[in-house]
């Protein structure tokens, strides 16, 4: 079953600007991840932040855990019509043998 | 990170018939997952395969449809039985990458792209 909700489902904005995505999840976690998608095929994994994090950073990319709210988001700056793909949200849940659980998906489309 | 080789990346079956996908992977792995991505959603876990013992489904799936097999720490294959038209969906297998005991991300196959007709 899924963990949790992802929006938007869908965002489109143009090449320099900024996306935010955000998910949300239902119980508690380990850590939370987000996965690229490029054209229904293999995910990518791009960032890892564990559920003592508050904040990370990787290149142009932010992510934001806030465990109170059970939420996460991710920033991607300066967009390149490169990040056109679909990026998931993901929890190890604790105590449950390392599954991993994918929210339901952003679809980024960075226009040139 | 681990490199995983699945295979075949894609293929269209008859309704009725039986695919077999494999997963290959560079080094030894406890746990291998296998995941469902319908046409537009998101994945869904369909079991855990460890070696040397039976996979552990999520619910909705069973073994009759979706046996698996684990032979070693490297290897691993998901059937998809007795297909039919709403069996179409991408097929991923992935492995838990870990450093000093700790989850530092997974590793997806390229996705088996199953067409049932």
């Known amino acids: 079953s899924q963990q949790g909700e992802e929006d938007p489902q869908a965002l489109s904005i143009q090449e320099g600007e900024n996306a935010t995505m955000n998910c949300s999840y239902k119980t508690s976690i380990n850590n939370l991840q987000w996965y690229r998608q490029n054209s229904g095929r293999g995910l990518v994994h791009l960032i890892l932040?564990?559920?003592?994090?508050r904040e990370k950073h990787s290149g142009r990319l932010r992510v934001t855990l806030d465990t109170s709210k059970k939420s996460s988001s991710l920033l991607i700056t300066a967009s390149r019509a490169a990040d056109t793909a679909s990026y998931f949200c993901a929890t190890v849940v604790y105590n449950q043998g390392g599954k991993l659980i994918f929210g339901q998906g952003t679809e980024l489309s960075v226009k040139p | 990170s681990a490199v995983i080789s699945q295979k075949p990346s894609r293929d269209i079956c008859q309704r009725g018939t039986s695919l077999t996908i494999q997963c290959q992977v560079d080094?030894?792995?406890?746990?291998m997952f296998w995941y469902r991505q319908q046409p537009g959603q998101s994945l869904t876990l369909i079991a855990t395969a460890n070696q040397g013992s039976e996979a552990t489904y999520e619910s909705g799936f069973v073994i009759d449809k979706f046996p698996i097999s684990r032979p070693n720490l490297t290897f691993s294959t998901l059937t998809v039985s007795n297909m039919s038209p709403e069996d179409s969906s991408i097929y991923l297998c992935?492995?838990?990458?870990?450093?000093?005991?700790?989850?530092?991300?997974?590793?997806f196959g390229s996705g088996t792209r199953l067409t049932v007709v």
């Open positions: 992935s492995v838990e990458g870990t450093l000093a005991g700790e989850n530092y991300g997974y590793t």
């Open positions: 080094s030894q792995v406890t746990m």
């Open positions: 932040i564990r559920s003592n994090e």
